[in-house]
């Protein structure tokens, strides 16, 4: 056997410098990495730069359509501000949007407390699965908009209403990925751990919840969009405070600069958040992006 | 070595069906089974894909029901898995989210089987020099080549070192050269611990090589069609005068003319 030792070591040795070499950096190599951002900067910026050419000569009636500038403007003195002390309503955006990204993560959090273990436990009984799921799939298809009348009739214009709204829009995505994750496990990886001693408390720590893991991730990646309709929405219909109600002042204000402005920050907020969560993903399971080729 | 005469593994009358979901049916795979494994004896499945051989070692191993029948290892029925059967999946089976070291420490995790930290520190490196994975501890499965991760799939089955060894073609993605070195540490294994094993393969000359006796399976339902004895003294791996006899040679032709009968109703279809 040693004799094989021999002949393999030089195979196998992850040290070994025959097979693992710097490669360095080259210029193309830089390129190759960074071209995406880039091109995607230059994208964005021409698209901005046609825009503000377009207002400045085209004669565009600024209620419909804002210089870019003047958006930005708006967005900028809108962050950098607050509202003074004891004042009734808020021009700034800061204001509403702590607002309603508090809200958000609020509503997010107990959606998740609520979704993660209710779907582990429909997935992992029958019982649960069998009681639970028919309302689970009714509130899931149901539009979530259908219920605002009804939680502003209990709750009133509250900051309670509007994390409710968001809860019942982020839970059922979270909780129905975490319920799949759970009934998908590969049947393989739970025989490996049977015969291997795991009893039922170990297969589902062990086995189900770290294989779960990722589809609760994306689960929480389709709350966050879910969940950002439901703030939008809640602040829409009532309440004086957060994004979705800039959004309604601005325009009834015929301050449109304005209303770009909050739209280009939900978009902003909207993919930090998702791009978040498509890292988080790729970090806990790197497996599952490894698959691909 | 030696055999003692006391089986350790009886299948007695064994049936294996499976239920089809979309039409109300059910497939048998494995009918009426009779086999007696003796501790310390290496037994080898062969036959065409498909023939039942997996779902015999998951009936052994505790995975799949039997339908009729029983199979009993040391006296008693098989209802689930056991520290004494260890088992090499077809499929690897591995933890994707576990480092290589931490799959082959598995079995230690999930039971406890008296064993201090020193010795499962130890016995981790033995059992990686033996697969030759030292120097991957860290990695994860997905980043091994599919025989890499077998050969990980096999460490964590001896690291317990089980009484019994189930292994469902476990040199199957592994190359040539390697192939022979995991045979003749497989061979070496067993001598010195007297590790009763059940082995699949599709390789006759594996089969020939390790087996005590080669079971051969037929195609649909899977039955024992024959039982071969082998009897070339051990070691046979480093016996090049094994491989060239003319008993091997004939061996050889008997079965592969049994596996090739029943892997022609194969093709002729059902
Ligand atoms: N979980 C299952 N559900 C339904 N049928 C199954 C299941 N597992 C196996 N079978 C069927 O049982 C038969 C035997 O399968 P088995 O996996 O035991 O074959 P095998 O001899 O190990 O084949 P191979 O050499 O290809 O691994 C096959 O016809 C297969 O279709
Ligand atoms: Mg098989």
């Given amino acids: 056997m040693a004799n094989k030792g021999q002949q393999n070591a030089q195979v196998f040795d992850t040290d070994d410098p025959d097979r693992i070499q710097d490669i360095g950096w080259t210029a193309r190599e830089v390129w190759r990495r960074s071209r995406g951002f880039v091109v995607t900067s230059i994208n964005i910026m021409t698209f901005f730069i046609l825009w503000e050419i377009v207002t400045i000569y085209g004669n565009i009636n600024p209620l419909f359509l804002p210089k870019a500038s003047d958006m930005f403007m708006e967005l900028w003195v809108g962050l950098t501000t607050r509202a003074p002390e004891g004042a009734v309503f808020s021009g700034s955006i800061l204001d509403h949007f702590l607002h309603s990204f508090s809200n958000l993560m609020f509503g997010l959090g107990i959606a998740i407390l609520i979704g993660v273990p209710g779907g582990l436990l429909m997935g992992g009984n029958k019982y649960i699965e069998a009681i639970l799921s028919p309302y689970v799939w009714a509130l899931a298809s149901l539009p979530r908009i259908a219920l605002v009348p009804l939680f502003i009739l209990f709750l009133g214009f509250t900051t309670t209403m509007q994390v409710t709204i968001i809860v019942i829009s982020a839970v059922f995505p979270i909780m129905i990925n975490a319920w799949a994750g759970v009934k998908t496990t590969e049947k393989s990886l739970l025989a490996a751990a049977r015969v291997f001693g795991a009893n039922r408390r170990q297969l589902y720590v062990k086995v189900v919840l770290p294989y779960t893991l990722p589809f609760i991730i994306s689960g929480i990646q389709q709350g966050i969009g879910r969940g950002l309709i439901g703030v939008v929405i809640a602040e829409l219909f009532g309440g004086s405070n957060g994004l979705g109600y800039l959004i309604q002042r601005s325009a009834d204000t015929f301050n449109t600069a304005m209303n770009f402005a909050v739209l280009l920050l939900l978009i902003v907020m909207s993919l930090s958040l998702i791009n978040f969560t498509r890292w988080l993903e790729a970090y806990v399971a790197p497996w599952r992006s490894a698959n691909h080729l | ?270």
């Fill in chain 2, 1 to 270: 070595m030696s055999l003692s005469n006391e089986p350790i593994i009886v299948a007695n009358d064994l049936t294996i069906s499976y239920e089809l979901h979309r039409e109300r049916k059910k497939l048998t795979a494995l009918q009426d089974i009779n086999l007696e494994v003796k501790a310390g004896e290496f037994v080898v499945l062969v036959g065409p894909s498909g023939c039942g051989k997996t779902s015999f070692i998951n009936a052994i191993s505790g995975l799949v029901p039997k339908e009729t029948g029983s199979v009993t290892v040391r006296g008693e029925e098989v209802t689930g898995p056991g520290p004494d059967r260890a088992m090499v999946f077809q499929d690897y089976a591995l933890l994707p989210w576990r480092t290589v070291e931490s799959n082959v420490r598995m079995p230690f995790e999930f039971q406890d089987l008296g064993v201090s930290e020193a010795e499962k520190k130890k016995r981790v490196q033995e059992c990686l020099e033996l697969v030759d994975l030292n120097g991957f501890e860290k990695s994860f499965p997905y980043e091994l080549s599919g025989g890499m991760k077998q050969r990980v799939g096999i460490a964590r089955a001896l690291i317990t070192h089980p009484d019994i060894l189930l292994a469902d073609e476990p040199f199957a993605a592994i190359d040539a050269m390697t192939r022979e070195a995991m045979q003749a540490e497989m061979e070496r294994i067993v001598m010195e611990t007297g590790q009763t094993c059940v082995f699949i393969t599709h390789s006759i000359d594996e089969a020939i090589l390790l087996g005590d006796r080669v079971v051969v399976i037929s195609y649909r339902p899977g039955k024992v069609k024959e039982i071969v004895d082998i009897n070339f003294p051990r070691p046979r791996m480093s016996n090049s005068e094994v491989k060239t006899s003319r008993e091997y040679a004939e061996i050889r032709d008997h079965i592969w003319k049994l596996v090739k009968d029943e892997a022609s109703q194969t093709n002729r279809g059902e």
